[in-house]
T-cell receptor, first 113, second 114 residues
Framework: KAGVTQTPRYLIKTRGQQVTLSCSPI?????VSWYQQTPGQGLQFLFE???????NKGNFPGRFSGRQFSNSRSEMNVSTLELGDSALYLC????????????FGSGTRLTVV | AQTVTQSQPEMSVQEAETVTLSCTYD???????LFWYKQPPSRQMILVIR??????QNATENRFSVNFQKAAKSFSLKISDSQLGDAAMYFC???????????FGAGTRLTVKP
């Protein structure tokens, strides 16, 4: 059974640009959650998508957006990049209920210069 | 809002010995789920063990076990017979049945000495 796949693994962007990250969940998982991980703030929740609908959202500015497709694959977009957006972005998939844990991908390391 | 606190930024243990990582959380809910995740240098977060709050029995997965004290809101992880491969960041996490985001602690970096 394939795991959670995140692409790309590494990304370098310039301030002001925008970026799109992709996440393919485990087959059969309908929920995809995104987290931002930084040394200073730790793991912070961005948003969760379930069956193509945003079900939950963290406290991030509107520059951070996402979507989910009918095959459960999800994309996350960050517009007008800032230096502080440099982080590891983790995607996690699950069946959708709260009882189960997440299965995480290996993340996308975004560096903004 | 639920918060998760890991008071030990770093811990070290000798190979083959036992180590306990601490975690406390704050919640007003009576039903919830608790998790420990491991993040090695490869970056991928791996689920180590989970506990359902309504179950009094402490969860165990091979060398990993938890000490769940619901009244004290404490959820510590015990690693027995530590191995070099156990070296990683360990995150404690809380998940409410009503709110589907998982809240993580700041993490504990575990070093295993040969």
């Amino acid at each position: 059974k394939a795991g959670v796949t995140q692409t790309p693994r590494y990304l370098i962007k310039t301030r002001g640009q925008q970026v799109t990250l992709s996440c393919s969940p485990i087959s059969g998982h309908r929920s995809v959650s995104w987290y931002q991980q930084t040394p200073g703030q730790g793991l912070q929740f961005l948003f969760e998508y379930f069956s193509e609908t945003q079900r939950n959202k963290g406290n991030f500015p509107g520059r951070f957006s996402g979507r989910q497709f009918s095959n459960s694959r999800s994309e996350m977009n960050v517009s007008t990049l800032e230096l502080g957006d440099s982080a590891l972005y983790l995607c996690a998939s699950s069946l959708g209920g709260a009882a189960g844990g997440y299965t995480f991908g290996s993340g996308t390391r975004l560096t903004v210069v | 809002a639920q918060t998760v606190t890991q008071s030990q930024p770093e811990m070290s243990v000798q190979e083959a010995e036992t180590v306990t990582l601490s975690c406390t959380y704050d919640t007003s809910e009576s039903d919830y789920y608790l998790f420990w995740y491991k993040q090695p240098p490869s970056r991928q977060m791996i689920l180590v063990i989970r506990q359902e709050a309504y179950k009094q029995q402490n969860a165990t997965e091979n060398r990993f076990s938890v000490n769940f004290q619901k009244a004290a809101k404490s959820f510590s992880l015990k690693i027995s017979d530590s191995q070099l491969g156990d070296a990683a960041m360990y995150f404690c996490a809380y998940r409410s049945p009503n709110n589907n985001d998982m809240r993580f602690g700041a993490g504990t970096r575990l070093t295993v000495k040969p």
